[in-house]
């Protein structure tokens, strides 16, 4: 088992920066990718960014390629999600989750196993 609290939200300007962070903590000697996903009113939970559990490997979605950067730092169990040149349209709540039996790159949320409470993103025009 894997708990994960989410920090960081907030409302920012279009054009503004935040930092979303993610720690975890569970079983010693447990291994996991780490992903973010979010969900805007009446939409579905989009994947954002996924890190592997060495942190070599980094996926993106295209709407946030070039934008966002996730990272991890393993001595605190922590994950980071670097937001840069918001838009109004990455205005959602932003889940935290966690990859312990999944396929090694997967990006769809039936692929991760544990999930944080979620942290409100706003970008106003």
């Known amino acids: 088992q894997v708990q994960l609290v989410e920090s960081g939200g907030g409302s920012v300007q279009a054009g503004g920066s935040l930092r979303l962070s993610c720690a975890a903590s569970g079983r010693a000697g447990t291994t996991y990718a780490m992903g973010w996903f979010r969900q805007a009113p009446g939409k579905g939970r989009e994947f954002v960014s996924r890190i592997s559990w060495s942190g070599d490997a980094t996926y993106y979605a295209d709407s946030v390629k070039g934008r966002f950067t996730i990272s991890r730092e393993k001595s605190k169990n922590t994950v980071y999600l670097q937001m840069n040149s918001l838009t109004p349209e990455d205005t959602a709540v932003y889940y935290c989750?966690?990859?312990?039996?999944?396929?090694?790159?997967?990006?769809?949320?039936?692929?991760?196993?544990?999930w944080g409470q979620g942290t409100q993103v706003t970008v106003s025009s």
């Open positions: 989750a966690a990859a312990e039996f999944g396929p090694p790159a997967g990006l769809e949320a039936r692929h991760f196993d544990y």
